[in-house]
T-cell receptor
Framework: NAGVTQTPKFRVLKTGQSMTLLCAQDMNHEYMYWYRQDPGMGLRLIHY???????AKGEVPDGYNVSRLKKQNFLLGLESAAPSQTSVYFC?????????????FGPGTRLTVL | AQSVTQPDIHITVSEGASLELRCNYS??????LFWYVQSPGQGLQLLLKYFSGDTLVQGIKGFEAEFKRSQSSFNLRKPSVHWSDAAEYFC???????????FGTGTRLQVFP
């Protein structure tokens, strides 16, 4: 049982390049989330999904797209990377989206945009 | 709208000393409160959570937290800190009938031998 895994762990992009971050969970969780973590700002929700085939915007969705084609996978895409998207990205999942449900986090992806 | 404030950005303690990390929330009804810990280079791990009932909640690694409605606080405590507790700690609130958590900005804990 690997929990939540993220690929890749590190990536350096040039401005304007595109990339996709992959999140996978093997806990059969319905809900999945993408956060970004920046110094002094905590975690901010980018997008989330309440189930296979569904996605919704979070607090800071601009510049990102997501897809949830399979229940176990949640992809985060950057179509045209900008230096402001330099951050650490975390994926999380939870069995349900009810407010008292624990979210399980992946180890993170450190992205640098030059 | 609900919010979470962690007033201390950075705290330094000696190993064996007691610890209290502060968390204040803003929400009209009873919130659902969480403390997560993030070790360097790692993801977040749940330490404890409060939904209802006993206002003193026990968590993993010897941590506890107390919900005080009158002070809108949910402070994290540990009676004796170990060097391995050095990490960043996040308080979060999940409001009723939403599917999101709101995180505080975190408190970085440094432990000196």
């Amino acid at each position: 049982n690997a929990g939540v895994t993220q690929t890749p762990k590190f990536r350096v992009l040039k401005t304007g390049q595109s990339m996709t971050l992959l999140c996978a969970q093997d806990m059969n969780h319905e809900y999945m989330y993408w956060y970004r973590q920046d110094p002094g700002m905590g975690l901010r929700l980018i997008h989330y999904s309440v189930g296979e085939g569904t996605t919704a915007k979070g607090e800071v969705p601009d510049g990102y797209n997501v897809s949830r084609l399979k229940k176990q996978n949640f992809l985060l895409g950057l179509e045209s990377a900008a230096p402001s998207q330099t951050s650490v990205y975390f994926c999380a999942s939870s069995l349900l989206a009810e407010q008292y449900n624990e979210q399980f986090f992946g180890p993170g992806t450190r992205l640098t945009v030059l | 709208a609900q919010s979470v404030t962690q007033p201390d950005i950075h705290i330094t303690v000696s190993e064996g000393a007691s610890l209290e990390l502060r968390c204040n929330y803003s929400y009209g009804a009873t919130p659902y409160l969480f403390w997560y810990v993030q070790s360097p280079g790692q993801g977040l791990q749940l330490l404890l959570k409060y939904f209802s009932g006993d206002t003193l909640v026990q968590g993993i690694k010897g941590f506890e937290a107390e919900f005080k409605r009158s002070q809108s606080s949910f402070n994290l405590r540990k009676p004796s800190v170990h060097w391995s507790d050095a990490a960043e700690y996040f308080c979060a609130v999940g409001a009723y009938n939403t599917d999101k958590l709101i995180f505080g900005t975190g408190t970085r804990l440094q432990v000196f031998p």
